[in-house]
């Protein structure tokens, strides 16, 4: 039992280095990995989505998606980079379904995405002192 319980904690502790945004508290800032230390891409945590999905329904020929599950993370831009780099790097298109809601109106400035996405994002520490490892 004790060997098992001293297993479990190397595991939440390898946890937390592969995937930080999990463990996030709100004002916490991240990189993506894909980008340079020196580059100004930040993202800073905001909390988890608890709105229930909703269908956006943006009429005629448009594609209607479905908005972010209760759960998943929300990051907003803290950087001079344009969203949209962010949406490239982790597929998080389209704009309806990986952006935050409140009030039933979509926030355009923030990022949502599924735990499963946020393996990209290392803890941002300063101009040069981020975890990646490029």
Same mark, same amino acid.
């Given at each position: ?14 946890? &937390? &280095?592969?995937?930080?945004?999990? %463990? ?14 020196? %580059? ?26 479905? $908005?972010?599950?209760?759960? #998943?993370?929300? %990051? ?6 344009? %969203? ?8 998080? #298109?389209?704009? $309806?379904?990986? $952006? ?21 994002? &290392?803890? #941002?520490?300063? #101009? ?7």
């Amino acid at each position: 039992r004790e060997a098992a319980l001293k297993l479990g904690e190397q595991q939440l502790e390898e946890a &937390k &280095k592969a995937a930080p945004a999990l %463990f996030a508290k709100p004002g916490d800032q991240f990189t993506f990995h894909v980008t340079y230390c020196d %580059f100004d891409a930040i993202v800073e945590y905001v909390g988890r989505n608890t709105t229930p999905p909703q269908k956006a329904d943006f009429g005629g020929d448009h594609n209607n998606y479905q $908005s972010p599950d209760i759960g #998943w993370l929300i %990051f907003r831009n803290v950087g001079e980079v344009n %969203f949209r780099v962010y949406r490239d790097m982790v597929g998080a #298109w389209p704009i $309806s379904k990986y $952006s935050h809601y409140e009030g039933g109106k979509m926030k355009n400035d923030t990022l949502c995405i599924p735990p499963g996405m946020c393996g990209e994002l &290392k803890v #941002w520490r300063g #101009w040069g002192e981020c975890d990646a490892d490029y």
